[in-house]
């Protein structure tokens, strides 16, 4: 399922999370959105709308990441969270 992403919005505390627990910096967060990841819709939010997607996909140097964010009726992404894929996800979207 393909969704426009019009803006990432950047929460600071949850970018200083993904650094120390998952080492993932925004610019790798970014390039999982830019190249062409594989998108799934995870949970509803409580906000008709807005729903909680997984981005799943490879950095430009192939690191492969899974990135969580809620998805605005606007077209913008609130990052919640990014990960290394687990060897389930890395069967499942590459």
């Known amino acids: 399922m393909p969704l426009e992403i019009q ?6 505390d949850i970018v200083q999370k ?6 993932v910096e925004e610019h790798e967060v970014l390039e999982v959105l ?8 995870k949970e509803s939010s409580h906000i008709a709308g807005e729903d909680v997607f997984g ?8 690191r492969p990441l899974s990135v969580f964010f809620v998805y605005t009726q606007d077209q913008r992404a609130i ?9 389930l996800e890395v ?4």
């Open 79 to 87: 990052i919640v969270s990014a990960r290394d894929m687990t060897q």
């Open 18 to 23: 993904l650094r120390w627990k998952h080492g």
């Open 34 to 41: 830019e190249n062409r990841p594989r998108f799934r819709r």
């Open 7 to 12: 803006h990432i919005i950047w929460l600071e």
């Open 55 to 62: 981005a799943f996909g490879r950095t430009n140097a192939g």
């Open 91 to 94: 069967q499942r979207y590459g």
